[in-house]
DNA sequence: GTCTATAACCCGATAGAC
DNA sequence: GTCTATCGGGTTATAGAC
């Protein structure tokens, strides 16, 4: 092992994804995150000289790994290929409603805030979902969608996964998760025919 | 007429509609509001004596009022039942255009600012989405949408706009929601069958 | 009801010792 | 690389004249 204890850049990073996640960008003060992170403010600076908004770049793109590896594994696992999509769904249910609908996605608070007001971290958010696109066409493919459709229909997974996150979240409640599941199901259903 | 010229009051509400569209409720500070309103300081607290947060509950719920407006004529004008739920994603596309996808949903961004920071602002969202989902589940019935799936197709429906209206803003780009009617259209004539 | 001036505080960022 | 102390500016909110 390289790391027994993640060095202090890390931990900067990790917290920040967290509280992205949670409070978005702008509410997330960089006091708040050096206390979450046990790290002291001269190493905020040292390793991020960029203040803020670099270490906010860094928590995108870690959060974008970890989505999309938790995408990756829901799709791959799926009992049936007209399951898979809504398992993602499902899944999402289990780990938002684990932190009682507080963790949420670590890109989308961020990504509305910095429209109009950050191109850096806006074009970090668009990266991001790209990537996740990507993951859910090439799935879609690989199940035996049609190739003019595995775009479309994954990025209206996405967003629906997005947007049903968002209402679960704020309602506390996972009923529009497992509603967009079972859109989702007829979504690929109707893809798959 | 009764307001030839708004009230400060208005003004001040109107305003904040727009910014909490654009940038959330955090980046939004209260000396931006009244600059935008052409209002005093003092104005501000007069008529909004719990401040910030009071101005943008008042703000969420007017805006809830104009999406509202906006889902019932797109719903009622459509041209066929099947297409209904999709018009309402061609018509936000055009919307969202048409501020070079500045202004978005003035909920959206405060809603998820708001999980686990602001319970008064938490449910204003929350009853905002509500709204939503009533009146799309209504007009849902309306086209012979069996009771059972009206809510649970309305509350995909909102999750779908939602969420393609993010990775469209993102992206400055309007396919995402061009792909969100293609599958309102499958849902549609799926639970209409 | 409207306005100006300012108080009290918090923010991101830096300096400089170690 | 790590830490503390602090700066300058911006924040929300208030005081008090009009």
Redesign the pocket.
């Known amino acids: 092992m390289k790391r027994p204890q993640p060095?202090?850049?890390d931990r900067l990073v990790t917290s920040t994804v967290t509280l992205l996640s949670r409070q978005g960008y702008?509410a997330?003060?960089?006091?708040?995150?050096?206390v979450e992170a046990?790290?002291?403010?001269?190493?905020?600076?040292?390793?991020?000289?960029?203040?803020?908004?670099?270490?906010a770049l860094a928590a995108l793109r870690q959060g974008a790994d970890g989505v999309d590896m938790l995408l990756r594994e829901t799709l791959s696992a799926a009992t049936s290929p007209e399951e898979s999509l809504a398992d993602c769904a499902l899944a999402l249910a289990d780990v938002l409603k684990r932190s009682d609908w507080l963790d949420g996605c670590p890109v989308a608070a961020t990504a509305l805030e910095s429209i109009g007001r950050s191109p850096t971290l806006r074009e970090a958010a668009a990266d991001a979902f790209e990537r996740w696109v990507t993951t859910i066409g090439d799935h879609l493919r690989t199940i035996g969608v049609a190739d003019r459709q595995t775009r479309p229909l994954a990025t209206t997974a996405l967003a629906l996964l997005e947007g049903a996150e968002m209402i679960a979240r704020v309602r506390a409640d996972p009923e529009p998760l497992h509603d967009a599941a079972a859109s989702l199901r007829v979504l690929a259903r109707d893809a798959l025919r």
């Open positions: 060095s202090a850049r702008e997330t003060g960089v006091k708040q995150i050096t046990s790290a002291p403010m001269g190493s905020f600076y040292f390793h991020f000289p960029g203040g803020k908004e670099e270490l």
